[in-house]
């Protein structure tokens, strides 16, 4: 399997085995240039990467601004865009972002999945993306807002979706739960899942990948690194975003040394690993040059044989 592979989606839509986060673009811990974002999603694209996604809260509207910039000039039928709601930016004059380092702190994100904040919030993208349509819409991070996504949200993004104004409806989170009950109570397309299944976590195979296989709804896979230990296990790595433990990060290095008797990397194994469960369409990495964009490609491509992942299993 390449990175360049197409793949048919549910709803007719076709997107990349491998596909482009952009959190990086708000400057994701580190600030980044429009120049590096343009450069990324120039390296993307013509690598044959075809799925970008993003949400109003990387940077509270930079990323959506610097991938509407890079795109200029693009033929729209040349990439498949995703965006999220569920954080209306709201004016602020005394926001300041800890994470996004590229914030505009003119504005502050507020929860709101109402469908009024539905509408709005897809106004807001597609102004700063300079389009009329994106293919698909995410209902982002609903953790404690769950029957709000299931009574308000979804509704209004199911309007959305007959009057031809999106193409797909999915849901984007960390957690198994709340998407596995979105799936079984509406009837969204898609479902973005974040470090829950990866080479250190699969809980998502439990409920969330069964469920999504019998109601034919299709699963992205993000957050394959785990938020860096599977990129460079090392003492101090993160793990779902806070420092990995001696148990998680001792995990990482056995399976690096079964990878390395096989000279396949971590990276490698770490990007393609989830596409070996039938509900897992595409594989959603973020990058923040080009490039990470061509490692990641040749990481991607790299062929494994069935007894490296043999090899693995064992590992606990």
């Given at each position: 399997?390449?990175?360049?592979?197409?793949?048919?989606?549910?709803?007719?839509?076709?997107?990349?085995?491998?596909?482009?986060?952009?959190?990086?673009?708000?400057?994701?811990?580190?600030?980044?240039?429009?120049?590096?974002?343009?450069?990324?999603?120039?390296?993307?694209?013509?690598?044959?990467?075809?799925?970008?996604?993003?949400?109003?809260?990387?940077?509270?509207?930079?990323?959506?601004?610097?991938?509407?910039?890079?795109?200029?000039?693009?033929?729209?039928?040349?990439?498949?865009?995703?965006?999220?709601?569920?954080?209306?930016?709201?004016?602020?004059?005394?926001?300041?972002?800890?994470?996004?380092?590229?914030?505009?702190?003119?504005?502050?994100?507020?929860?709101?999945?109402?469908?009024?904040?539905?509408?709005?919030?897809?106004?807001?993208?597609?102004?700063?993306?300079?389009?009329?349509?994106?293919?698909?819409?995410?209902?982002?991070?609903?953790?404690?807002?769950?029957?709000?996504?299931?009574?308000?949200?979804?509704?209004?993004?199911?309007?959305?979706?007959?009057?031809?104004?999106?193409?797909?409806?999915?849901?984007?989170?960390?957690?198994?739960?709340?998407?596995?009950?979105?799936?079984?109570?509406?009837?969204?397309?898609?479902?973005?899942?974040?470090?829950?299944?990866?080479?250190?976590?699969?809980?998502?195979?439990?409920?969330?990948?069964?469920?999504?296989?019998?109601?034919?709804?299709?699963?992205?896979?993000?957050?394959?690194?785990?938020?860096?230990?599977?990129?460079?296990?090392?003492?101090?790595?993160?793990?779902?975003?806070?420092?990995?433990?001696?148990?998680?990060?001792?995990?990482?290095?056995?399976?690096?040394?079964?990878?390395?008797?096989?000279?396949?990397?971590?990276?490698?194994?770490?990007?393609?690993?989830?596409?070996?469960?039938?509900?897992?369409?595409s594989v959603l990495v973020g990058c923040r040059s080009a490039e990470e964009v061509k490692r990641n490609c040749e990481d991607f491509d790299k062929v494994i044989h069935e007894q490296v992942w043999q090899d693995l299993v064992s590992i606990s």
């Open positions: 399997m390449k990175h360049n592979q197409k793949i048919k989606l549910r709803t007719g839509i076709e997107i990349s085995r491998l596909s482009l986060g952009t959190a990086a673009f708000g400057g994701l811990y580190k600030s980044v240039s429009d120049q590096d974002c343009t450069a990324t999603i120039n390296a993307a694209l013509d690598s044959g990467i075809n799925f970008i996604d993003t949400a109003p809260h990387y940077g509270k509207g930079v990323a959506e601004r610097r991938i509407g910039q890079a795109l200029l000039g693009r033929a729209r039928s040349s990439f498949v865009i995703s965006t999220k709601i569920g954080r209306l930016l709201v004016p602020s004059i005394n926001d300041i972002d800890e994470f996004f380092m590229d914030a505009d702190n003119t504005v502050e994100r507020k929860l709101d999945f109402s469908s009024s904040g539905v509408r709005k919030s897809l106004e807001q993208s597609l102004e700063k993306l300079g389009m009329d349509s994106i293919e698909i819409l995410f209902i982002h991070d609903p953790d404690d807002h769950a029957d709000e996504a299931i009574m308000q949200a979804y509704p209004e993004l199911d309007r959305m979706r007959s009057e031809g104004i999106i193409k797909a409806i999915g849901v984007g989170m960390n957690q198994c739960e709340t998407p596995t009950r979105i799936i079984e109570e509406t009837d969204i397309d898609m479902v973005l899942i974040a470090g829950r299944y990866s080479l250190l976590d699969q809980r998502a195979e439990e409920e969330l990948l069964p469920t999504a296989l019998i109601r034919n709804v299709d699963i992205i896979a993000a957050g394959v690194f785990n938020s860096g230990i599977l990129a460079n296990p090392v003492a101090g790595a993160t793990y779902d975003y806070v420092p990995a433990s001696d148990q998680v990060l001792g995990k990482a290095l056995r399976i690096r040394e079964v990878l390395n008797h096989h000279n396949i990397s971590l990276t490698s194994a770490a990007l393609q690993f989830p596409l070996r469960h039938p509900a897992v369409k």
